[in-house]
């Protein structure tokens, strides 16, 4: 076999992985930019689920979306949707045909690992005002101390009114901070493992330190902070008893690298991902075939519980609604759908080899990363994907000239991670992973590749533009 046949025969049979750069049309550029852009200004405009979820209907509504009122007629072309609790977004773009042969869906989650303040969270230590957190989802508590935070959240008052909070996000804003110990006294903390050197008891927030009142009083400090607190949002110290405040990090999204090919920010996971599902949904130009949906989660970061996350019966009474309206069984519709759930994966980090395989870890530039499992040691909590619907998908990606490769997150016994798949799953919805490759995951300034954006923005388009 001469050279020629050789090289012909690997063509053909043998898998050439490319970076995705080298398959980019250069037409693309300028649009993956602007892509970029937009992303941006979402994640500074969504830094917590409720501000997301806010983000989210702000642009669907500029699009022609309209709020889904249960018994309301929908016809080919009516787009709506419905946001559950100020938390969860699921929108509508219904399709040419009926929802007897299923739903093209989307569903990725809009919630962050951050700090959530305590039912009981202010008070004073040695003439400092501080607020006690409870972290939410999986942190590396070390990465949050001695970062600017910010404060945002609503604090729900007995007469029903709602004082919407922000502290940190507005030009000219303090900022919150977590103290930690400087490296002279540092030296027993510094033997302790990474995960207990910084107790979560410890992650408080430092408020102030100038006191009012009178000198021999007690609690001046905790007092000042409580008195500009109420100046500003008209909050009593009993009002945080039925408060959600969550603190984050006071920074805003950027270009990461000297060729500004990359983006850093807080809540890339998974707002990277929710932000394609849902732009790629509002920008359809025509009636999709199937009725095309998207669905952004809560609570993904701590199992998916709760009125909000995709577990809630939420999803399935918004898809009834849509089926009643067409008088189709929403089982029968579930039993023809499709669900892309559409998470981030773990790209891999040369500096961190040993807990990645290099064969089956995605990389940034490579395109969008499809999962046929995640789940932890041996699949657990994994939907695990069939061949055929992972082949259903490379079709889909293939004619929409769409950038993608195969990943799995870590060796096998490093660890893992869970999505909303298997939600979807047991719904009987035909479900796959797919997301964009992360650096740094799960900390405060998380990293991703503007081109892996973009094509898991094509990736999504072409979930909902699929004819079967």
Not at 215 to 241: P, Q, S, W
Not at 295 to 324: H, R
Not at 387 to 402: I, K, M, N, S
Not at 412 to 436: C, H, K, P
Request: proline share 3%; hydrophobic share 40%.
């Amino acid at each position: 076999m001469d050279k020629s046949e050789t090289k012909e025969l690997k063509e053909k049979l043998l898998s050439n992985r490319k970076n995705g750069y080298d398959r980019l049309a250069a037409a693309e550029t300028a649009a993956v930019e602007d892509y970029c852009a937009r992303y941006m200004a979402f994640l500074d405009a969504g830094k917590t689920e409720r501000l997301c979820a806010a983000e989210s209907v702000r642009l669907a509504e500029e699009k022609g979306y309209r709020p889904y009122v249960r018994g309301m007629e929908l016809k080919a072309g009516d787009k709506v949707y419905v946001c559950n609790r100020g938390k969860a977004v699921m929108l509508a773009h219904i399709g040419r045909k009926s929802l007897t042969e299923g739903a093209q869906i989307a569903a990725a989650h809009i919630d962050s690992p951050r700090l959530d303040l305590k039912p009981n969270p202010l008070y004073e230590e040695s003439e400092l005002a501080y607020f006690k957190t409870h972290y939410y989802g999986g942190i590396r508590k070390y990465q949050w101390v001695t970062i600017p935070l910010e404060l945002h959240g609503v604090a729900a008052l007995k007469d029903g009114r709602s004082a919407v909070v922000n502290i940190g996000a507005d030009e000219g804003d303090p900022r919150l901070v977590i103290t930690d110990l400087l490296p002279h006294l540092g030296q027993e903390q510094a033997k302790k493992p990474l995960a207990s050197a910084i107790p979560g008891e410890t992650l408080n927030l430092l408020l102030g330190s100038r006191p009012i009142g009178d000198e021999e009083e007690t609690g001046r400090v905790k007092l000042a902070v409580m008195k500009l607190l109420n100046e500003k949002y008209g909050i009593t110290e009993d009002d945080f008893t039925s408060a959600e405040l969550e603190a984050v990090p006071a920074v805003n999204a950027c270009d990461i690298g000297l060729d500004r090919s990359m983006i850093g920010a807080y809540g890339h996971d998974d707002r990277v991902c929710a932000y394609a599902a849902l732009k790629a949904l509002l920008d359809l130009e025509e009636t999709p075939a199937k009725t095309a949906v998207c669905v952004l989660a809560d609570k993904e970061e701590i199992g998916s519980d709760g009125v909000t996350g995709m577990q809630s019966a939420a999803f399935d009474t918004f898809m009834e609604d849509l089926c009643a309206a067409q008088d189709v069984p929403v089982r029968a519709c579930f039993e023809k759908s499709f669900c892309l759930s559409a998470d981030v994966t773990a790209a891999y980090d040369p500096d961190y080899a040993d807990v990645y395989e290099k064969r089956n870890a995605a990389y940034l530039n490579y395109g969008i990363g499809l999962c046929k499992y995640t789940g932890a040691r041996g699949k657990s909590g994994a939907s695990d994907a069939d061949a055929e619907t992972v082949a259903y998908v490379r079709r889909l990606f293939d004619g929409a000239d769409v950038i993608w490769q195969i990943a799995e997150l870590g060796k096998v016994d490093a660890g893992g991670g869970g999505t909303v798949a298997m939600y979807m799953a047991n719904r009987n919805i035909t479900t796959l992973d797919a997301g964009v490759p992360v650096l740094s995951m799960h900390a405060p300034f998380e990293v991703v590749g503007k081109l892996d954006c973009w094509e898991t923005y094509k990736g999504m388009k072409a979930v909902y533009q699929a004819e079967n």
